[in-house]
Nanobody, 120 residues
Framework: QVQLVESGGGLVQPGGSLRLSCAASGSILRINDMAWYHQTPGKQRELVAT???????NYADSVKGRFTISRDNAKNTVYLQMNSLKPEDTAVYYCNAGVKTVFYGSREVWGQGTLVTVSS
């Protein structure tokens, strides 16, 4: 099995910064695209940023210029650097990855989520 474990969420004041991490573990042959999503109560999960295995990135308009997604393929880890945070960034942030596994073929895997609260 493959697991994604997120860390780095918490409470931060408006204008502050946080860095989220998501580490993949298990029987992994290759991780393709990785992404961060966020979700607030009563709303659907929304895409925040994506990064390919080669490092190409894409961002939601609401976070362009403030958030940066990156990855360390040697560590099977993806990061989300969040700067200039706003109250509307408050959400549970989920990591997502397309993983080619040793025993189970290709799977889409989700992390358990980490809460980010932006408030004074």
């Amino acid at each position: 099995q493959v697991q994604l474990v997120e860390s780095g969420g918490g409470l931060v004041q408006p204008g502050g910064s946080l860095r989220l991490s998501c580490a993949a573990s298990g029987s992994i042959l290759r991780i393709n695209d990785m992404a961060w999503y966020h979700q607030t109560p009563g709303k659907q999960r929304e895409l925040v940023a994506t990064i390919t295995n080669g490092g190409s990135t894409n961002y939601a308009d609401s976070v362009k210029g403030r958030f940066t997604i990156s990855r360390d393929n040697a560590k099977n880890t993806v990061y989300l650097q969040m700067n200039s945070l706003k109250p509307e960034d408050t959400a549970v942030y989920y990591c997502n990855a397309g993983v080619k596994t040793v025993f189970y073929g290709s799977r889409e895997v989700w992390g358990q989520g980490t809460l980010v609260t932006v408030s004074s």
